[in-house]
């Protein structure tokens, strides 16, 4: 959707890591492609776990309106509970201090996601594999915190069977909740298996927990940045072959999503 925000802020939301610098570059990457559109006065990134903060950030921006986009995979924890709280927001639009801030949905609940899932799959696979007889997983974390933080994975499971996509099946997987992505062998009889982490960065869970989970990888080793596994399809795993994805986040379009949740904003939430 167009939108042209010349007076208000873009606050794009990250979780960050403290162990690995791949964390964040995405919403720096998407920050840096939306402020060369000139769309916004201003687009800023905070993280919970890196600077600037959450709390940190207030004071680097001007402008009086702020429209703050989640860049977050679900809708659960983190913006049901942690951004609410450490931004002080009590409901879609606050008045807090000299800023209107008008609260997004995170970008992993958007419609979009769906297409980028699908593309994502077709990209890294090799000419010739016949689609209709090729698994896909989509695998999430999981957790106990928020039942909301699984939705965002089923409900993108559902949408690509109903997209008319012929993969033999789709399938839903999690770090720490059944179905666990470690049985991936056990969850599909298919002989070739696509693997996309829906998560926002190739970070320690993409590059280095799911790996070894997939069995890929025999233990955790160096960050992304510094190695190739993304580009080492596909893996022969016994009488299997298996493809596996970087990051649904780190795809380019993820810019055009964040830009959508505002115009959606707009739309559905402003009185």
Known sequence: MPVSKPESALLILGHGSTENPDSTQPSWDHADTIAASGQFSSVHCAFWKEEPSFRQIWPMIEEEEVYVVPNFISEGYFTRQVIPRELELDGHTTRRGDHVVHYCDPVGIHAKM??????????????????????????????????????????????????????????????????????????????????????????????????????????????????????????????????????????????????????????????
């Open 114 to 271: 769906t297409d980028l899932l699908i593309k994502r799959a077709h990209e890294i696979i090799d000419e010739g594999v016949k689609i209709e007889e090729t698994a896909l997983i989509i695998v999430g974390h999981g957790t106990n915190l928020n039942k909301k933080s699984t939705e965002a994975i089923s409900n993108q499971v559902e949408a690509i069977r109903s997209s008319g996509e012929p993969f033999a099946e789709i399938i839903a997987a999690y770090m720490e909740e059944a179905p666990f992505v470690a049985d991936w062998k056990t969850l599909t009889d298919a002989e070739t298996v696509i693997v996309v982490p829906f998560f926002i960065a190739d970070a320690l869970h993409s590059y280095q927990d799911i790996p070894v989970l997939l069995g890929i990888e025999k233990e955790m080793t160096e960050a992304a940045s510094q190695r190739d596994i993304f580009r080492r399809n596909p893996y022969h795993l016994g009488d299997r072959t298996l493809y596996y994805s970087s990051a649904i986040g780190t795809d380019p379009s993820l810019a055009e999503v964040i830009i959508d949740q505002v115009a959606y904003f707009d739309e559905h939430y402003q009185s």
